[in-house]
C-alpha cells in the first residue's frame, strides 16, 4: 500500500510548511519526492504476509419463502389435569465460609514528603527511615557524592524530582539511576540544569544510564533541558500508563513544559530505547536533545500519535569519522 512520512516545519511564525514525501523501502541514496535523501536509508521490517481471506461475495442460498402446510392442529383438552403433588426437596444451602484473605489497600497513606541536599546526600538517602512510607521525594542540593541512584524499597514512592528553579547541578556525578517496580509512581521530574553532566558535549561516559522500567502507574516523564549529556544509555520501557514524555524546558510554577526551548538533553546518548509503553500517546523532544544520538528505537508504542523535534534535536552524529545515526520504529 502506499505510505508516506508527513514532515512539518515552521520556518518563520506561523508559516507552516508540510512535506508530504513517499515512504519507499530504500538501501541506496534515492531522494524522496524531490528532496536528497543522502543522509537516509530507510529499511522496512516486520511487514506481514500478504494473505488475506476473502469473505465470499455470492449471496447465501435463500431459503424458500413459501409457507410450510400446516399441520392439523388437534386443540388439547380444557381440563386441568390432577396435578401431582410436588414434594420440595429441603433448601438447606451450603456453608458459604470464605477463604481468608489479606485485604489489598485502597487508600495511599497520609503524603510524607522527604528533601535530600547539601554535602551528604549519600547518608541522608541511604539512612532514610520507613523508605516503603515515603510518597515524594525530592534531590535539591549538589549532590556531588552520589554517583549512583536506586529506588528498590520505596513502595508507596508516587512523585520523584531531580532539582529546584533556584539549584542547578542536583546530582553532578550521578552515573546510574534506576527507577524500576514502583508500584505507584505517576511522575517523574528532572528540572532543568539538574542531571549530571550537564554541560558536557563531549562523548558519553563508560557504564552511564538512566533505566525507568515496570512502572504500572508512571504518567508523565520529563527530562529538563541540559542534564545526562554524558550518559551513554537510556531505557524506558513497560511502563503500562505512561502518557507524554517530555526532552524539554520545564517550568515548576506554572507546571508548563516546552520543547521549543533549545537546550540539550543526552547530548552524546549512544542507546535509546523507548518500548513497550502501550498507552505513550506523546514524545517532545527540544532543541539540542539527543543531538548526536547512536541508534533511537521505538518499540510496541501502539498509541503513539505525536513526535515532535524542535531545530537540531536528534541531529545525528556529529562526527563525520563515526558511524550514522540510526532510528528504528516498530510496533507503532
Not at 24 to 36: E, F, L, Q, S
Not at 37 to 66: I, R
Request: include cysteine; proline fraction near 6%; charge should be negative.
Amino acid at each position: 500500500d502506499e505510505s508516506f512520512w508527513y514532515m512539518e516545519a515552521f520556518v518563520n511564525p506561523c508559516e507552516r510548511i508540510q512535506f508530504k514525501m513517499p515512504l519507499r523501502a530504500n538501501d541506496t541514496t534515492a531522494n524522496y519526492a524531490g528532496i536528497a535523501g543522502y543522509a537516509y536509508s530507510l529499511e522496512f521490517e516486520g511487514a506481514p504476509a500478504d494473505v488475506t481471506t476473502e469473505v465470499p461475495t455470492e449471496a447465501p442460498t435463500e431459503v424458500p419463502t413459501e409457507v410450510p402446510t400446516e399441520a392439523p392442529t388437534t386443540e388439547a383438552p380444557t381440563e386441568v389435569p390432577t396435578e401431582a403433588p410436588t414434594t420440595e426437596a429441603p433448601t438447606t444451602e451450603a456453608p458459604t465460609t470464605e477463604a481468608p484473605t489479606t485485604p489489598v489497600p485502597t487508600t495511599l497513606p497520609p503524603a510524607r514528603s522527604e528533601i535530600i541536599s547539601g554535602r551528604s546526600c549519600l547518608d541522608a538517602f541511604t539512612n532514610l527511615e520507613d523508605i516503603e512510607m515515603i510518597t515524594d521525594i525530592t534531590f535539591e542540593g549538589r549532590c556531588e557524592d552520589i554517583e549512583s541512584l536506586n529506588f528498590e524499597g520505596f513502595t508507596y514512592l508516587q512523585n520523584i524530582t531531580i532539582g529546584t528553579t533556584d539549584v542547578r547541578n542536583a546530582l553532578l556525578n550521578l552515573k546510574t539511576l534506576s527507577i524500576k517496580g514502583l508500584e505507584y509512581l505517576t511522575e517523574f521530574i528532572v528540572m532543568d540544569d539538574n542531571g549530571a553532566y550537564g554541560n558536557s558535549v563531549e562523548a558519553c561516559k563508560q557504564d552511564t544510564s538512566v533505566i525507568i522500567e515496570d512502572n504500572p502507574e508512571l504518567v508523565n516523564i520529563v527530562f529538563g533541558t541540559n542534564s545526562f549529556n554524558a550518559f551513554c544509555n537510556l531505557s524506558i520501557k513497560n511502563n503500562e500508563k505512561l502518557k507524554t514524555l517530555y526532552f524539554a524546558s520545564y517550568d515548576a510554577e506554572t507546571g508548563e513544559k516546552n520543547y521549543l526551548v533549545t537546550g540539550s538533553t543526552f547530548y552524546s546518548v549512544d542507546s535509546v530505547v523507548i518500548a513497550k509503553n502501550p498507552n505513550l500517546k506523546e514524545i517532545y523532544v527540544s532543541g539540542g536533545a539527543m543531538k548526536s544520538f547512536g541508534t533511537l528505537r521505538l518499540e510496541d508504542l501502539g498509541s503513539l500519535q505525536s513526535w515532535s523535534i524542535s531545530e537540531s534535536g536528534l541531529a545525528g552524529r556529529g562526527n563525520a569519522n563515526a558511524h550514522a545515526a540510526e532510528i528504528i520504529m516498530k510496533g507503532m
